[in-house]
Every structure is written in structure tokens, then in C-alpha cells.
């Protein structure tokens, strides 16, 4: 981001169209993405500290002025707003009006891009530094035809790019390049364009195609998916799960649901399997779903001697049925002997099956304590296991 020399920025927001191709009663930069309109969610994008923008002016319909005004008592960034005029061209000239001659940079952005790519700004900003002006664009890559009745002739499309805004420039340039303008009476889509007709150069950086300009109710029903993905993320959650068992069972050793033939087992209400249990209170308490002691007690007489994968797979579903999946886990085995590392991949494959996720996405590790405690002393085996859980989508497939 931007040093402490940073330039003297400001930021003007066209919207003060009326969207008529997107149609509707409430003019476009008005109308809410996800509760938020597109004006406010344009000027916000300009507000973190990181960007260095010291002041913002709006263009808006005339009719809008009072609501626009509103925004500056909850904006971090002094917020200024202005009619705007017939054309996009004389909303910004508008803007310029507000904007003090100490500002050196000026970032013009349409209220009708909501997904610009804020990782572009400090190349936006340093390339307009150095040669007067830059602009995001997209590499246009569909191939192109002049169509004129059924005679479709492909058009080279080497040296085209789609081009989008923020677009920004030396202050003094834009400035003049407006005054010509209206001398001149252009009206031009976009400012690089008034900027190329005094003779100065702009440069593209690269964006992303998420930046598209919203035109048309099909423009407006892909930025209501991408607003809703981009504003409800999978919200994770982590549980940490522990458990040992004292070793001197009849055996044989079971650990990660795997058989161990020749060990001396541990002992336990089920099968001792300390792994498996750890799994189990990590993904419970990842749920916040107390604990395997609270649905599985051990004086249960149904859990005697059972299968610990069973504990598993119950804690699955009960996971499921509180609208949770699981996605990951990760697990630490705690023995001095016997040597874990050979049954590492069967422990990894006999888990995932059982949560029903991939096997990378499961590991278990093993360690001893170097004779230590009771691990060392080898009276037992311990286990930790985080486990992460996502909440299952709707309609997702599970
Ligand atoms: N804009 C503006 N003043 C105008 C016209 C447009 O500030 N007189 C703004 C729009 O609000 C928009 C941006 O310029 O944020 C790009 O224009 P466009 O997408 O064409 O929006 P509209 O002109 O509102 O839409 P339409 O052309 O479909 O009427
Ligand atoms: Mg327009």
C-alpha cells in the first residue's frame, strides 16, 4: 500500500445516472445490492486508511442530493456531494468543482461497479504518478465480430481491452482535459478518453473481469450472487478434542480405527480407541455440541467393547442434523511404543472414510514424550485431534 509519501488523492463517484437499461423505479446507483446501494457501497470501497484518499465528492441526481449529504456524517473520509449533469462527462466536471487544487491525484469511479479490485490501487495510483493517467482493463478475449445482418466478419482482436474504472489521473491533466471537453463539446464514455484528446498518455493495469459494470438486469442478477457470496462467507468453526487410555487392556491395540494385531490394547469402556475419541470431541466441540461423554456415557451398556468408528460415524450425524459437515482434522498420538508411523496412511484413510471427506484432507501424526509422564512410562496413550467443520449448504450435495 501507499507510504507515508503518498500523494494527495481524492475520489470522484459518477452516479448520477438513471440506469435506464437496467429499468425499475429507483434509479440505478440507488438501488440495493444485498441492502447496500451502489452509491454507498462505492464510496465505502474508497474509505479504509490503507487507500489514502482525503476526500470524496458524489455525483448524484439533484433529487438525491439530501441522501447523499447524509452519508458524509458516517463516512471516515470527508464526504462532499453535487447535482450531476446530462452526461456522465458533466457529472464529473461537476465533481471537479469540489475538489481543492492541493489534491494531486484523482481517482474517477462509477457508482455501477460495485467488485472493483482494490489490490490495483497502488498500481493505479503509481502508474498515473509516473505517466499521467491509468486505467484497469480486461484483455478482451471472446472473439470478435462486426455483425451487419447475417454477414459476421471477425474483428482482430489484438491490442483490445475492455476498460473499467477506477480510472486515475494527475489532477492538473484531468483538469484540463475536462475544460477541453466541454470547448470542444465532447462527450465522451469514459475520462481516459477526454485525457488521450489533449495529447496524454494513459496506461492500462491489469483487473479482473468481477469489476463488469452493471447495465442490465442480467448485469444486476450476477452482482446479487457475487454480493451474497462475497457478504455471507462459510463461517468455520474449530474444535480441539483430547483423550487418553491407560494401556494393559487384552488387546489387540485399536488406534485411528485401526488394528494394531501384536500390541497390547487399551483399556476402555469401547475399544479405547483414544484417537477416534479425541476426533470425536474435536468435531462435537467444533459444533458446540458438549461432549463424546454427553451422548455417548459410558455406562451405556449398548457401547461395551463397541467399535469406536461407530462413535464416529454417530457423531457425524449428529453433526449433520445441527447443520454442520465435517472438513478437516488434524491429529497428534501421543505412545512411546508401538511405532505408529507404518499404519500412519490406513489411520488417514479409515478417518476420512468415516467423516466422508478426502483423505487429504486428514492427518495424524505421531510422538512420544522421550520417557516422560505417563506417555513415557508407557501406561498409556494419549490423543489431540482439531478438527474444522463448515455449515452445509443448502442444496448443496452432501
Ligand atoms: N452517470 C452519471 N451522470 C450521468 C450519466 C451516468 O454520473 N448523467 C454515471 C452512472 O450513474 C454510472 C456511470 O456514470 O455510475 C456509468 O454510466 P452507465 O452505466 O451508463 O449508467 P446510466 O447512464 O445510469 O445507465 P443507462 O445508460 O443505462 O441509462
Ligand atoms: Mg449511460
Given at each position: 500500500?501507499?507510504t507515508?509519501t503518498?500523494?494527495?488523492?481524492?475520489?470522484i463517484?459518477?452516479?448520477?445516472?438513471?440506469?435506464?437499461?437496467l429499468?425499475?423505479?429507483?434509479?440505478?446507483?440507488?438501488?440495493?445490492?444485498?441492502?447496500?446501494?451502489?452509491?454507498?457501497?462505492?464510496?465505502?470501497?474508497?474509505?479504509?486508511?490503507?487507500?489514502?484518499v482525503e476526500?470524496?465528492?458524489?455525483?448524484v441526481?439533484?433529487?438525491?442530493?439530501?441522501?447523499?449529504?447524509e452519508?458524509?456524517?458516517t463516512s471516515?473520509?470527508?464526504?462532499?456531494?453535487?447535482?450531476?449533469g446530462?452526461?456522465?462527462?458533466?457529472?464529473?466536471?461537476?465533481?471537479l468543482?469540489?475538489?481543492?487544487?492541493?489534491?494531486?491525484?484523482?481517482?474517477?469511479?462509477?457508482?455501477?461497479?460495485?467488485?472493483?479490485p482494490?489490490e490495483?490501487?497502488?498500481?493505479?495510483i503509481?502508474t498515473?504518478?509516473?505517466?499521467?493517467?491509468?486505467?484497469p482493463?480486461?484483455?478482451?478475449?471472446?472473439?470478435l465480430k462486426?455483425?451487419?445482418g447475417?454477414s459476421?466478419e471477425?474483428?482482430d482482436?489484438?491490442?483490445?481491452?475492455?476498460v473499467?474504472?477506477?480510472?486515475?489521473?494527475?489532477?492538473?491533466?484531468?483538469?484540463?482535459?475536462?475544460?477541453?471537453?466541454?470547448?470542444?463539446?465532447?462527450?465522451?464514455?469514459d475520462d481516459?478518453?477526454?485525457v488521450?484528446?489533449?495529447?496524454?498518455?494513459?496506461?492500462?493495469?491489469?483487473?479482473t473481469?468481477?469489476?463488469?459494470?452493471?447495465?442490465?438486469?442480467?448485469d444486476?442478477?450476477?452482482?446479487?450472487?457475487?454480493?451474497?457470496l462475497?457478504e455471507?462467507p462459510?463461517?468455520?468453526?474449530?474444535?480441539?478434542?483430547?483423550?487418553?487410555h491407560?494401556?494393559g487392556?487384552?488387546?489387540?491395540?485399536m488406534?485411528?480405527?485401526?488394528?494394531?494385531?501384536?500390541?497390547?490394547?487399551?483399556i476402555?469402556?469401547?475399544?479405547?480407541?483414544?484417537?477416534?475419541?479425541?476426533?470425536?470431541?474435536?468435531?462435537?466441540?467444533?459444533?458446540?455440541l458438549?461432549d463424546?461423554g454427553?451422548?455417548?456415557?459410558?455406562?451405556?451398556?449398548?457401547l461395551?467393547?463397541?467399535?469406536s468408528?461407530e462413535?464416529?460415524?454417530?457423531?457425524v450425524?449428529?453433526l449433520?442434523?445441527?447443520?454442520?459437515?465435517p472438513?478437516?482434522?488434524?491429529?497428534?498420538?501421543?505412545?512411546?511404543?508401538?511405532?505408529?508411523?507404518p499404519?500412519i496412511?490406513?489411520?488417514?484413510t479409515?478417518?476420512?472414510?468415516d467423516?466422508g471427506?478426502?483423505?487429504g484432507c486428514?492427518?495424524?501424526?505421531?510422538t512420544?514424550t522421550?520417557?516422560?509422564?505417563?506417555v513415557?512410562?508407557g501406561?498409556?496413550?494419549?490423543a489431540?485431534?482439531?478438527?474444522t467443520?463448515?455449515?452445509?449448504?443448502?442444496?448443496?450435495?452432501?
Amino acid at each position: 500500500m501507499a507510504t507515508p509519501t503518498s500523494p494527495r488523492i481524492a475520489v470522484i463517484i459518477a452516479a448520477a445516472g438513471s440506469g435506464e437499461r437496467l429499468g425499475g423505479d429507483i434509479p440505478k446507483p440507488w438501488r440495493l445490492l444485498n441492502g447496500q446501494s451502489l452509491v454507498e457501497r462505492a464510496w465505502r470501497s474508497f474509505c479504509p486508511a490503507s487507500l489514502h484518499v482525503e476526500r470524496i465528492v458524489l455525483a448524484v441526481d439533484a433529487g438525491y442530493l439530501p441522501a447523499a449529504l447524509e452519508f458524509a456524517s458516517t463516512s471516515l473520509v470527508p464526504l462532499h456531494a453535487v447535482a450531476g449533469g446530462a452526461t456522465r462527462t458533466a457529472s464529473v466536471r461537476n465533481a471537479l468543482r469540489e475538489i481543492p487544487d492541493s489534491i494531486e491525484i484523482i481517482a474517477v469511479h462509477d457508482a455501477a461497479r460495485p467488485f472493483w479490485p482494490v489490490e490495483i490501487w497502488d498500481n493505479l495510483i503509481n502508474t498515473a504518478l509516473r505517466i499521467g493517467g491509468s486505467v484497469p482493463a480486461v484483455a478482451v478475449s471472446d472473439t470478435l465480430k462486426r455483425v451487419q445482418g447475417s454477414s459476421l466478419e471477425t474483428v482482430d482482436r489484438a491490442g483490445l481491452w475492455a476498460v473499467q474504472t477506477p480510472q486515475v489521473f494527475r489532477a492538473d491533466l484531468l483538469r484540463r482535459a475536462h475544460e477541453a471537453g466541454q470547448r470542444e463539446g465532447i462527450d465522451a464514455t469514459d475520462d481516459a478518453e477526454l485525457v488521450r484528446r489533449i495529447g496524454s498518455a494513459t496506461e492500462v493495469v491489469p483487473s479482473t473481469a468481477a469489476n463488469f459494470k452493471i447495465t442490465t438486469a442480467a448485469d444486476w442478477a450476477l452482482a446479487e450472487q457475487l454480493a451474497g457470496l462475497g457478504e455471507a462467507p462459510m463461517p468455520m468453526r474449530i474444535g480441539f478434542g483430547y483423550d487418553a487410555h491407560r494401556l494393559g487392556g487384552p488387546g489387540p491395540l485399536m488406534l485411528g480405527g485401526v488394528r494394531f494385531a501384536d500390541s497390547g490394547g487399551l483399556i476402555g469402556h469401547s475399544d479405547g480407541d483414544a484417537l477416534l475419541h479425541a476426533l470425536c470431541d474435536a468435531l462435537l466441540g467444533a459444533a458446540a455440541l458438549r461432549d463424546i461423554g454427553h451422548h455417548f456415557p459410558p455406562d451405556d451398556p449398548r457401547l461395551k467393547g463397541c467399535d469406536s468408528r461407530e462413535l464416529v460415524r454417530e457423531t457425524v450425524r449428529l453433526l449433520r442434523d445441527a447443520g454442520f459437515a465435517p472438513a478437516q482434522a488434524d491429529a497428534t498420538v501421543l505412545a512411546e511404543r508401538p511405532r505408529l508411523a507404518p499404519h500412519i496412511t490406513a489411520m488417514c484413510t479409515t478417518i476420512a472414510a468415516d467423516l466422508g471427506i478426502d483423505p487429504g484432507c486428514v492427518s495424524v501424526k505421531a510422538t512420544t514424550t522421550e520417557g516422560m509422564g505417563f506417555v513415557g512410562r508407557g501406561e498409556g496413550i494419549a490423543a489431540q485431534v482439531v478438527a474444522t467443520i463448515l455449515p452445509i449448504r443448502q442444496g448443496a450435495p452432501q
